[in-house]
């Protein structure tokens, strides 16, 4: 039994009740991509531009403190969503910034090697010089990723390696979806500095094992990232029980706004690393000579902060919180099982990942043979479904199951077994357009 109403919950996000494609309901499939957003958001960054647009952080008059007061609170209420302390929660763009700030940390660290026992080097006054040591990264080191990544944990990583002659290594998927880990003492070994991975594939929808993959390469004294894009709209997530060291998800697919990403990291950690970007709001103390940097998470926040973005994403925090976050899996579940259920009775549907939804979260992709994922992502958006076609960022796993793309159906809290029926409906129009035997 679900524990809200999604009917109700419908009754919150306005862009659902408009028409597409002549006139047709709109039956939104492509969460994966981007959520949409309640009022309840909507509301909240108006709010802050109608009485508390001032620049956080900076000036002693009201309308700067309610501005500051604004954003710090959105802080600490990501901060509960997930399990981890204020002072952990660093406020990005994107997950994808988020990502590369953790690899730049390294890449900087490794720059200035020779001075790396002595954090003043890096403008980090204070820092444990044995934490800082464990971002310095070079020739015979490794790290370690998976095929199953989005581009957005996987080129990072890559160009790391470039940059400073490690070696970049990774774990196979299996035919079923999941992470190959039978040859995972092998490929994590005492050179491994970082292991990054994803909590649940955009593609495959595979929950992968993360406290397993986080003791192993504790073990080794390996540092974990961990992508949580696909996980924290969809599950609940506590930063601090998962044991990772560093966790980046965004807000846009989390009924949250655009231009808003978070990077959770172990407060020692964001202690010792050097920042990514530099300018205003990230500094100690500037002098012509040189300059030293604020305490996280400062430190990592140039500039004016994205403060209508955050007080946005604490609304969704806010708001998933009420629905209930196993609440919001229950309903996730049932959505994904009854679109696995009848995609196996098309016999000329192809799906991948797991068949289990204990072992998937909320995204379903496929394949049609002989008919490209663009066409039947076609079918559906004239029939007014809305899906996702294409490599989805993950073009390595896709060459790894020997597809060019696929078809993919993602869903949100707000997400009907009517609107399922609807997406069967549609697909059902493929094999007679495309001379599909069924």
Same mark, same amino acid.
């Given at each position: 039994?679900?524990?809200?109403?999604?009917?109700?919950?419908?009754?919150?996000?306005?862009?659902?009740?408009?028409?597409?494609?002549?006139?047709?309901?709109?039956?939104?499939?492509?969460?994966?991509?981007?959520?949409?957003? *309640?009022?309840?958001?909507?509301?909240?960054?108006?709010?802050?531009?109608?009485?508390?647009?001032?620049?956080?952080?900076?000036?002693?008059?009201?309308?700067?403190?309610?501005?500051?007061?604004?954003?710090?609170g959105?802080?600490?209420t990501?901060?509960?969503?997930i399990?981890?302390? *204020?002072?952990?929660?660093?406020?990005?763009?994107s997950?994808?910034?988020?990502?590369n700030?953790?690899?730049? !940390?390294?890449?900087?660290?490794?720059v200035?090697?020779?001075?790396?026992?002595?954090?003043?080097?890096? +403008?980090i006054?204070?820092?444990?010089?044995a934490?800082?040591?464990?971002?310095?990264?070079?020739?015979?080191?490794?790290?370690?990723?998976?095929?199953?990544?989005?581009?957005?944990?996987?080129v990072?990583?890559?160009e790391?390696?470039?940059?400073?002659?490690?070696?970049?290594?990774?774990?196979?998927?299996?035919?079923?979806?999941?992470?190959?880990?039978?040859?995972i003492?092998?490929?994590?070994?005492?050179?491994?500095?970082?292991?990054?991975? !994803?909590?649940?594939?955009n593609?495959?929808?595979?929950?992968?094992?993360?406290?397993?993959l986080?003791?192993?390469?504790?073990?080794?004294?390996?540092?974990?990232?961990?992508?949580?894009?696909?996980?924290?709209?969809?599950?609940?997530?506590?930063?601090?029980?998962?044991?990772?060291?560093?966790?980046?998800?965004?807000?846009?697919?989390?009924?949250?706004?655009?231009?808003?990403?978070?990077?959770?990291?172990?407060?020692?950690?964001?202690?010792a690393?050097?920042?990514?970007?530099?300018? +205003?709001?990230?500094?100690?103390?500037?002098r012509?000579?040189?300059?030293?940097?604020?305490?996280?998470?400062?430190?990592?926040?140039?500039?004016?902060?994205?403060?209508?973005?955050?007080?946005?994403?604490?609304?969704?925090?806010?708001?998933?919180?009420?629905?209930?976050?196993?609440?919001?899996?229950a309903?996730?579940?049932?959505?994904?099982?009854?679109?696995?259920?009848?995609?196996?009775?098309?016999?000329?549907?192809?799906?991948?990942?797991p068949?289990?939804?204990?072992?998937?979260?909320?995204?379903?992709?496929?394949?049609?043979?002989?008919?490209?994922?663009?066409?039947?992502?076609?079918?559906l958006?004239?029939?007014?479904?809305?899906?996702?076609? +294409?490599?989805?960022?993950?073009?390595?796993?896709?060459? !790894?199951?020997?597809?060019?793309a696929?078809?993919?159906?993602?869903? +949100?809290?707000?997400?009907t077994?009517?609107?399922?029926?609807?997406?069967?409906?549609?697909?059902?129009?493929?094999?007679?357009?495309f001379?599909? !035997?069924?």
């Open positions: 039994m679900n524990g809200f109403d999604v009917e109700t919950v419908r009754q919150d996000f306005p862009i659902l009740s408009r028409t597409v494609r002549d006139g047709r309901p709109l039956v939104y499939l492509d969460s994966g991509a981007t959520s949409q957003k *309640p009022r309840a958001v909507l509301d909240a960054e108006r709010d802050f531009y109608e009485q508390h647009n001032a620049a956080a952080h900076r000036g002693a008059h009201q309308l700067a403190e309610e501005a500051t007061e604004a954003f710090e959105a802080r600490a990501v901060a509960g969503f399990g981890a302390q *204020p002072g952990e929660v660093v406020f990005t763009k997950a994808t910034e988020a990502l700030l953790v690899a730049y !940390a390294f890449s900087n660290v490794a200035v090697a020779a001075d790396a026992d002595a954090p003043d080097a890096l +403008g006054p204070g820092a444990d010089p934490v800082t040591a464990r971002f310095r990264i070079g020739p015979g080191d490794e790290i370690l990723t998976t095929v199953m990544e989005h581009h957005a944990n996987l990072p990583w890559q790391l390696a470039r940059r400073t002659g490690a070696t970049l290594r990774w774990i196979e998927v299996t035919g079923d979806g999941e992470l190959d880990l039978t040859g003492d092998e490929l994590l070994t005492e050179r491994t500095k970082v292991v990054a991975f !994803a909590h649940v594939s593609v495959l929808g595979t929950i992968n094992p993360v406290r397993e986080v003791a192993k390469a504790r073990a080794v004294g390996a540092l974990t990232v961990l992508d949580a894009c696909q996980s924290v709209p969809h599950l609940p997530v506590d930063f601090g029980s998962l044991g990772v060291d560093f966790m980046a998800f965004s807000g846009h697919k989390m009924l949250g706004p655009y231009g808003v990403g978070v990077l959770a990291g172990r407060r020692e950690l964001l202690d690393m050097p920042p990514f970007l530099y300018g +205003g709001s990230m500094i100690e103390l500037v012509m000579e040189g300059s030293t940097y604020a305490a996280p998470p400062q430190r990592f926040e140039a500039g004016v902060p994205n403060e209508s973005q955050a007080v946005g994403l604490a609304a969704a925090c806010d708001y998933l919180s009420a629905l209930g976050m196993h609440a919001v899996a309903h996730d579940r049932s959505i994904t099982q009854a679109v696995l259920d009848g995609l196996a009775e098309r016999p000329w549907v192809r799906v991948l990942g068949r289990s939804v204990e072992k998937r979260t909320g995204a379903v992709a496929f394949v049609i043979d002989g008919v490209h994922p663009h066409d039947v992502g076609q079918v958006d004239d029939s007014g479904v809305a899906v996702r076609t +294409g490599h989805h960022c993950a073009w390595p796993l896709h060459r !790894a199951s020997r597809i060019t696929t078809t993919r159906a993602s869903f +949100g809290p707000y997400t077994l009517g609107e399922v029926d609807a997406f069967l409906t549609a697909l059902d129009r493929v094999p007679a357009i001379g599909v !035997a069924v």
